[in-house]
T-cell receptor, first 116, second 115 residues
Framework: AQSVSQHNHHVILSEAASLELGCNYS??????LFWYVQYPGQHLQLLLK??????LVKGIKGFEAEFIKSKFSFNLRKPSVQWSDTAEYFC??????????????FGGGTRVLVKP | ETGVTQTPRHLVMGMTNKKSLKCEQH?????MYWYKQSAKKPLELMFV???????ENNSVPSRFSPECPNSSHLFLHLHTLQPEDSALYLC??????????????FGPGTRLTVL
């Protein structure tokens, strides 16, 4: 069974600081990788995703993530955060094999608080 | 607004009650999902429906009974729940049911409290 772990449960930082959130997954096959974000009072929404090609993917709002296959990692980064980046961030994976369908396995989430 | 709506947003029920959660998607998608988000636990997939047929039951107890009458509507019927079933229940939808690369669009969730 696949699993996803996010190393930090809570992160507090100041505006303009750099952010990096760790995500590691455990699965023997090939996977698709996702980062979802949930802003306060809002629904979960997709931040970025990796399926194939360039392992460095860019998403909305200046976020990027790097897939390192050898480390089973998909860390999320943003060079300079804003107060509006305060949210909970979720890493997720699914099995690339078509027969497995679109079944996401989520990490536990990381709550990020950006102080103005 | 993602195009996925859920009602009610909050529900309090006793262990002997029967209630239903409703999800509706306005995106023309063919797949719908129920997830459970408990405190201090990762989001867990419960059920997957593809073209109105259930394709996944992730070892969910029978006190949770899903229903998908058409591709736009998904229900979760609840009966004789336990307090540990208190959680946020999220609905999601996506295009092309078996395509793992498709983004899932989530609703706002129903916050369920079982007394």
């Amino acid at each position: 069974a696949q699993s996803v772990s996010q190393h930090n449960h809570h992160v507090i930082l100041s505006e303009a600081a750099s952010l990096e959130l760790g995500c590691n997954y455990s699965y023997g096959g090939t996977v698709n990788l996702f980062w979802y974000v949930q802003y306060p009072g809002q629904h979960l929404q997709l931040l970025l995703k990796y399926f194939s090609g360039d392992p460095l993917v860019k998403g909305i709002k200046g976020f990027e993530a790097e897939f390192i296959k050898s480390k089973f990692s998909f860390n999320l980064r943003k060079p300079s955060v804003q107060w509006s980046d305060t949210a909970e961030y979720f890493c997720a994976v699914n099995n690339k094999i078509k027969a497995a369908g679109n079944k996401l396995t989520f990490g536990g989430g990381t709550r990020v608080l950006v102080k103005p | 607004e993602t195009g996925v709506t859920q009602t009610p947003r909050h529900l309090v029920m006793g262990m002997t009650n029967k209630k239903s959660l409703k999800c509706e998607q306005h995106l023309g998608h063919n797949a719908m999902y129920w997830y459970k988000q408990s405190a201090k636990k990762p989001l867990e997939l419960m059920f997957v429906y593809s073209l109105e047929e259930r394709v996944e039951n992730n070892s969910v107890p029978s006190r949770f009974s899903p229903e998908c009458p058409n591709s736009s509507h998904l229900f979760l019927h609840l009966h004789t729940l336990q307090p540990e079933d208190s959680a946020l229940y999220l609905c999601a939808s996506s295009q092309e049911p078996l395509a793992a690369y498709n983004e899932q669009f989530f609703g706002p969730g129903t916050r369920l409290t079982v007394l």
